[in-house]
Each structure stands twice: as structure tokens, then as C-alpha cells.
Nanobody, 121 residues
């Protein structure tokens, strides 16, 4: 059983910073990609940023230059450093990972439970 657990959400003023963390646990053979998606009220879930096991990163245009995704030394954790936050960044942020487990020949997508980020004065 694979679990992704996020932490670090909260309320912050415009221009402030937050750091989200995601930890993957369970019976894991390989983690190919980790990342973050977000979903604002009334909107579809959208990509925020991803990072591969080789360190290649990808960012959505609205967050480029403000958000930084990274992996922990143990490679089963991912972090999203969010700076210069704007009210439009308000959303539930979901951790995402592409993981292969020992019992499977193919990797699958896994999601965390989500953490609320609210940017408001």
C-alpha cells in the first residue's frame, strides 16, 4: 500500500511564502516522478510543478519564477517552495507521484489527500 502525505499548507498574506512537503511511504520499487497539482473552487485540477528522479523539473506558467520544486535526499520526498504568493494561488494542493510497486510490472499514479493553501490579507 502506497501513501502520499502532504504537509505545510495554511493561510498566508499576499507576497508571503509557504513550503509544502510530500512524503511517499509503503512498498515502493521506484518513484519516477513527483509533483504538485492544485484545484481552486469551481476549477479543474491543474499542474503546478513536477520533478523526475533525474532532477528534471517542469512548471506551469503562472508559477514560474515564484515556485521551486525539489526532491529530498532520500528521493521519497518532494518539496514545493512557494514565494511571492498571490490570492490566485489559493487552492487545495495535491501531491502526485508515479510509482512502481514490487507486485506490478507497470508504474501507477498516486495522489495525496490534499492540503489547503489560502492567500489572503
Amino acid at each position: 500500500q502506497v501513501q502520499l502525505v502532504e504537509s505545510g499548507g495554511g493561510l498566508v498574506q499576499p507576497g508571503g511564502s509557504l513550503r509544502l512537503s510530500c512524503a511517499a511511504s509503503g512498498s515502493i520499487s521506484s518513484i519516477y516522478v513527483m509533483g504538485w497539482y492544485r484545484q481552486a473552487p469551481g476549477k479543474q485540477r491543474e499542474l503546478v510543478a513536477t520533478i523526475t528522479n533525474g532532477g528534471a523539473t517542469n512548471y506551469a506558467e503562472p508559477v514560474k519564477g515564484r515556485f521551486t520544486i525539489s526532491r529530498g535526499d532520500a528521493k521519497n520526498t518532494a518539496y514545493l517552495q512557494m514565494n511571492s504568493l498571490k490570492p490566485e494561488d489559493t487552492a487545495v494542493y495535491y501531491c502526485y507521484a508515479v510509482i512502481k510497486v514490487p507486485a506490478s510490472t507497470s508504474p501507477y499514479n498516486y495522489w495525496g489527500q490534499g492540503t489547503q493553501v489560502t492567500v489572503s490579507s
